[in-house]
């Protein structure tokens, strides 16, 4: 796991300052080396930030080809790396190092863009081939890892995280279109004007004559097309396939520790994590000072039933305050619950214990069906199954916008046939937001703005025909999981600790056996992810497979003035960045504050997502020193600021 930066002057040589500038900015991701390549002629470099896991001896990079003409930098792992190497060693390479990521070299040399074949894991890349005059920056197949790029006056800026970018000279400005196409969550934008994701499962290809971005998996929809119908064969291969996935994921030269909650998804992966080596790696678990969110003593019996050792960390409303800015800082996305803070602190306990690696079990949800609007879908929808589900799962509908009718979406049911409950949860709170936007902006928008940038990105994916179940589960899998699970709850609250996250349950061929499941084994007679639940029956205790999931969210206090955190994040919404901001009429949402108190505690709460949301703008607005002005030049001042434990500090 690392840290990356590229850049690719068309017309002018390289400021070396401001790479150097640049890569520094990713120092938490790569604390055990740095390293940069410079093509000779001062026009193409790549940057790398290094976080020693294998080969702990020769794995530097940026890493070369032996004929000099193929430069890479990697982040992340590829697992089932020793064959592939095995296999391309008798077909002539000549490695340099005992790393995973030079396999990516020796495919691309050999196969070009066909390369991608031959990847599992959880990786990013660039590479320069110089034969072909040609730049590649790839991402995984579900964006666990990010890579950001932009292309600004005869350059094309590329990195890991977006404060990287600035520090090579863009100028931290809203991306207000964006944000009103809802593009940072639904699409492959950011909250940073000109500055875009690299979608998963796709590359980026540039040349002196433009940039394109291709799509090289084609994703796992079309295996529904072909379903497993025998139950018993459809577990065991889950069972299988996750087996593989967590091995594969063990394979380190430093111990492997676990995240664990209460939940059968990290249950699951500590069970099989500890069957792969013969004993239970470290488990980490977050203890609310909220009963009704606490799992920690479920956690725990499940930790001693396997023999592992468990590590409490402790999270407080006072610990969420004092670490919400430094989490947003690394995360550089709005949130609506601070439940991104706790992973940030549940991070540093990891790396405070010795940990560089740990097995974590996102991703479960998206693929096996386990959130609510999923049960809604296959208990026949509605706003009355909604309540009924609601009824069971008052952790998650507390902090739920009120349901929309399918009505409210007509582009959404002419596109597929269908409007999954999920997308009708995000056009609520959508319409949430917009009655706080300043007047001109609330003139101008509908709901039928974000929903056709949705449509329009979702194109080109030509999804098959599919029930609204798995279409909620299509869509979840392209926008909410890469562009926020994956981000606020994984790679980046992770990685601001220098620690690497591994999950089991995103290896593609996973995916692929679960989008061959029919419908009824995903969710059967209401019960979330009925086949994990039965293909993991054998390692578990009954009472964890048969418990409701129950979603990982801090308990909600921002509307709470008493509550430390509640009290902070009143103090930001009547600080001066919410003046500043280009989106939000500073008097309609003070109203909405003083307004909290007199309400009923349901309604006061579904108003939770909105303030967080917003709150968190306001401090990315600090944080970054935002610009408002869409006229303004990209360009900045160069001076750039970077978070540590201590608060904000200069950095360059």
Known sequence: MCGLVGLWCWDTPIDRSAINRAIGTLHHRGPDGTGLWISDDSRVALGHTRLSIIDLATGEQPLHHPNDRLHLVVNGEFYDYERIRNELTSRGARFRSRSDSEIALWLYAEAGERCFDDLNGEFAFILWDANAGRLLAARDRFGIKP??????SGRLLLASEIKALLA?????????DGYLDAAHALQDGTLFAGIRQVPPGCYLSATRHGVSVRRYWHDPFASAASPMTDERTTLDEVRDQMSRATRWRLRADVPVASYLSGGIDSMSVLALAAGAANRAPDAFTIAYDDAAYDESSRAQAFADRLGACFHQVPVSGAALADNFAASLWHSEVACFNPHGTAKFILSKAVREAGYKVVLTGEGADEIFAGYAPSRVDALGGGAAMQAL??????ATYAVTPKHATAEDLPLVAQAFGTVPTWLRHQMAHLLGISELFRDDLRASWSAERPLRAMLNYMEPLNFPALGTVDLGLALMLKTTLPNYVLVTLGDRMEMAHSVEARLPFLDHKVVETAWRMPGHM???DGLEKYALREAMRPLLPD????RQKHPFVAPPSATDPKHPFGAM???VLHGSALASMPFFDPAKVIR???RLASMRDDERLRHEPLLMEIASLCVIHDLFRMSSSNSSSLKSSGELYAMDDR???AFG
């Open 147 to 152: 890579l950001f790029y932009a292309v600004d």
């Open 168 to 176: 090579l000279g863009l100028r931290p400005q809203w991306n207000v």
């Open 647 to 649: 608060g904000l500090i």
């Open 592 to 594: 909405l504050t003083d």
């Open 569 to 571: 994040i009143r103090d």
């Open 543 to 546: 009472d964890v497979v048969e």
């Open 522 to 524: 995903k969710i059967r």
């Open 389 to 394: 589900v609601a009824s069971r799962d008052s």
